[in-house]
Each structure stands twice: as structure tokens, then as C-alpha cells.
């Protein structure tokens, strides 16, 4: 059962938000400060490590230009750990190629030295409404 603390729900909510202005950023060392060092992010494509999707920001080879919360974010709270999901747009462009995507993700937190990081991120595309 998810423990309710208010303080805590509103936190990851801000981070959620404060973390897709990050992605906005193309800045890889503002984007990691969300990550923690074992973070991945499984999408259709399968598993991709935080090293990975950091050298490609780094790189330029992928980048956004939007990262818009569709919904309000739904936290919950177990202790140490957090689960937000919430549905997104973006707009990436992977090597020069532009996708719009509209997702539903899935962030686990972990609270570590008072500090929540994001330890995997899970996306899924949305059905058309």
C-alpha cells in the first residue's frame, strides 16, 4: 500500500516536470543529475543503459525539442521507492530524423542521501485517443 506524504508526491511531481525541461535542454550532464548511475530506459527498441543515452545527447546525434506532461503525474510512494506515470509528447530527432511520439511512462525512484533518482524509466505508446 502506498504510503501518503503530500511533501513527497509533490517533490517527484516537480522533478518529473523539472527533468522534462532537462531533456529540452540537450544538456547531458543537467539531464544526468536525475539519473542515478544504474538508470536504463526500456522502450520497444529494448534496454538502453544511462551511458548510452547520454553520449548520444553529448553527441547530438539525439535530441528534443519538446517534452510536454499530457496528464498529471500519478505518484506513489513506498518507502524508498516512488513509481510516477504520467503520459508524454516529444519530439525527438535521432540522427537528423524527427519523431513525435505520445507515451505513457513509467519512472521508478529510488530515495537515496535524501536525494530521489530516477533508477529506470519505462515507455509505451499511447493509443490514439
Request: with cysteine; hydrophobic share 40%; proline share 5%.
Amino acid at each position: 500500500m502506498s504510503e501518503s506524504n503530500p511533501a513527497d508526491e509533490l517533490h517527484l511531481v516537480r522533478l518529473a516536470r523539472s527533468w522534462a525541461e532537462a531533456i529540452v535542454s540537450d544538456d547531458p550532464v543537467r539531464i544526468a543529475q536525475f539519473m542515478a548511475d544504474e538508470w536504463v530506459i526500456v522502450s520497444a527498441s529494448g534496454i538502453d543503459p544511462r551511458e548510452r543515452f547520454l553520449s548520444l545527447v553529448a553527441s547530438g546525434a539525439l535530441t528534443h525539442s519538446a517534452m510536454d506532461l499530457r496528464t498529471d503525474p500519478r505518484v506513489r510512494v513506498y518507502g524508498d521507492t516512488a513509481l510516477v506515470t504520467g503520459r508524454v509528447t516529444n519530439t525527438a530527432h535521432y540522427r537528423g530524423e524527427r519523431h513525435d511520439a505520445d507515451e505513457w511512462t513509467t519512472d521508478v525512484f529510488v530515495r537515496r542521501q535524501g536525494r530521489w533518482l530516477c533508477v529506470l524509466s519505462h515507455i509505451t505508446p499511447a493509443a490514439p485517443d
